[in-house]
């Protein structure tokens, strides 16, 4: 009995849960929340043709590459996703990183606005699980970018203006939280993700299990 429910537990296709908000709400900080508690959740890594930040790591931040290998990817339709940032740089979500988790019963899960759900939808379907979170006020938006620290005050004035075309998106998301306190929206996600670990959908093993079951109806019939 215990081999069987152990059997199940592996045999699970992984979601792919991705987080949209107004840069400066809290995505990449719950982000990192999730995949300290969870040992089962992965963060997928983005290609981009932007440079490094300091203290970015390749393949741990960003696959970073150049414009020649990004157009090869997009020739080689290799992205479930991708972009072109208002700053410049492209950004794209490879199928083979995405997959080589969910494949294994792995979720992964990243940062993404609504232009991208609506891509990663169409690839992925039933894969997706996108959450959506507001910040409370839009005053508390702008404190939470100027107290970040990583932006100018130039850089943090375009992100402000371009709220009202991220916000305005919101109905597209599955879930949405308003990201006051953090540590109680890191609680809602990970409700979010037992819940959707449960789908039927994701628990392909399931099929093979009711077979069994049935095989033994029979028997003792
Ligand atoms: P995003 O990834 O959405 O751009 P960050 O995760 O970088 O946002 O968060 C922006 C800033 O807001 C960070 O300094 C972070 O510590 C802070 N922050 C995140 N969530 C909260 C919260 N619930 N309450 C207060 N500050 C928060």
Redesign the pocket.
């Known amino acids: 009995m215990d081999e069987i429910i152990d059997r199940l537990r592996k045999v699970r296709k992984g979601a792919m849960f991705v987080v949209g908000?107004?840069?400066?709400?809290?995505?990449?900080?719950?982000i990192k929340e999730i995949l300290k508690n969870d040992s089962n959740i992965k963060f997928s890594v983005s290609v981009t043709t932007r440079a490094p930040r300091v203290g970015e790591v390749e393949g741990v931040d960003y696959y970073f590459v150049t414009d020649e290998q990004y157009n090869e990817f997009l020739k080689q339709d290799a992205f479930y996703e991708c972009v072109d940032s208002q700053y410049g740089s492209r950004y794209g979500t490879l199928r083979s990183e995405v997959d080589s988790f969910i494949n294994v019963g792995q979720d992964v899960i990243f940062?993404m606005d609504w232009a991208g759900v609506r891509q990663l939808r169409e690839k992925a379907g039933d894969d997706v699980v996108a959450i959506y979170?507001l910040p409370p006020s839009i005053r508390e938006l702008r404190k939470?970018?100027e107290?970040?620290g990583t932006d100018t005050q130039e850089v943090i004035d375009k992100r402000m203006g371009i709220i009202l075309d991220k916000i305005s998106h919101w109905e597209e998301f599955d879930y949405v939280i308003v990201?006051?306190?953090?540590q109680e929206?890191v609680t809602k996600i990970q409700k979010i993700i037992s819940g959707e670990r449960m789908r039927r959908v994701r628990q392909v093993g399931l099929k093979g299990f009711v077979r069994e079951l049935v095989k033994e109806v029979e028997e003792e019939n």
Not at 21 to 30: E, F, I, M, N, R
Request: proline share 5%.
């Open positions: 908000a107004p840069s400066g709400t809290g995505k990449g900080t719950v940062d979170l939470r970018l107290g970040r990201n006051v306190d953090l929206t």
